[in-house]
């Protein structure tokens, strides 16, 4: 737990200052609160042995105090907020980049509901470490050590006033090994629920077509059950820790008025500040109990972040990078791939020569490995045996993100986003200007179309390019696609799902638009339009030679 804890702490390096100020503004106005009791009982006690001159003093100076104590608390808030939000940015950034390495490959995520909730709950989680424990704890043993500077002059009071306000401090660590058990459970079940939740209704139309919505929303109950009795848990220790706080600190105030009768009037005043002083420690110190178990919801977050981010990327970059290619021909040499060792090889023994120019049409069913050779191309997984070049110079030597910037990929499934077109077409040029748009969609044959839209480019795709049909949604992928630079350009069964007309249409569009690159058309069939000077067929591995 402390190790995961350790390492969510060092994710947030970039953040030291704000996380320091934070923890800076929130102990100075926890002592403005004990300052503010503690001449409160100084003005008391010096008014009831009557030192009038002392108590006016003690009054006098509360009043800047009270004054500054509302602005204290509103500065704490806005620092240790400010300084959360920009932690839990920097770790979604680096939890969302880790991702991207390691998700072409798979890394078992078989619901995309547990990893939404790995996005969104377990990083959530997280704040607890910083405005749930680490803040109320500096800030309450700020409080036990003024508390004990200020009773310094009555050794035996300090100890009996701030040694159950010390235990107190411990009450995080005691609760925190416990309630991790309970954390982590409650932590898993919530990634059930929203998976439960979530997964019936991306597959809405077959629940419904197979009258399963009561067993789907049977499953959602089990899973609310679940994550309802680890949370009980959880809130069955907080109870008893702040059972705990609360004697602690009701100790404190008894042995300050035990101590105060037994020395008599001599003591008074030093009885009074020490009552004042346990009672100005109850507000920091009652936020502990719920400080343990925030530690442990967090550790718990923690660990189901690393556990997927902590996976082997499923191809591992260069340590140092090979000259840059010459050309952009291609050639794949005695390839041998399979996804998992437990799943049949997809190539065996693969060789294909795609030099500059070429307009290859690769043929072949589904699930012969067609989309696989796009994955291997892009450095989106590795071959086990074999070899794939790029101007003479053998990928795996080559960063990925160059290889991204000279293969250019328009999938069967390219997907649109919910935002504007321009923002879904600069995804491949983030810098291009709206000209620069503007040719690319008139290339792709859908200028017009989005010349009409009232708000032109800025007009929103809606989810998943809902706003648009299949063959709109597929030309303004196609533009996003001739907006980059690369001059190898892999269409993957870029037709699919679009009717005889449309597909028609779209491939003589993409004749026209991707003269002068390298093409490799991946499709199952060939409909007479496409002109490739060069056809294969994928079959048993290998890339043998059609007729179409």
Known sequence: MLRDLARTLGLWRAQAGWLTAGIAVSAGSTLLGVALLALAGQGIAAALGGAALGGGLAFLLLQPLVALRPA???SERMVTHAATFRALTDTRIWFFRRLADRLPGGIGLGRSGDLLGRLVSDVDSLDGLYLRALVPVISALAVVLAGAAL???APLLAAIVALPLAVALLLPLLLAPGAARAAEQAATAQGRLRAAAIDPLLGVEDVLAANAEQAAGATLAREAEALALAQRGLGWRAAWAGAAG??????????ALAWGLAVGAEGAALAVLGLFLA????ESLGLLPRAGVALA???AGARRLFELADQPPPVAEPVTSAAEPTGHAIRIEGLHFAWTPDRGAVFDGLDLDIPEGTRLALLGPSGIGKSSLVALLLKLAAPQAGRISFGGVDIAALPAEFIRRRIACLTQDARL????????????APAAP???LWRALDRAGIGELVRALPEALETRCGEGGARFSGGQARRLALARVLLSAAPVLVLDEPTAGLDAETERAFLETLEGVTAGRTVILITHRLVGVERPTRILRLAGGRALPAAG
């Open 72 to 74: 204290a608390r509103w």
């Open 151 to 153: 009773l310094a002059g």
């Open 246 to 255: 609360t004697l602690l600190v009701q100790a404190a105030l008894l042995g």
């Open 279 to 282: 009672v100005a420690s109850a």
């Open 297 to 299: 919801q967090a550790a």
């Open 417 to 428: 986003f919910d935002d504007s077109i321009a923002a879904n077409l600069r995804i491949a």
């Open 434 to 436: 709206d000209a620069a």
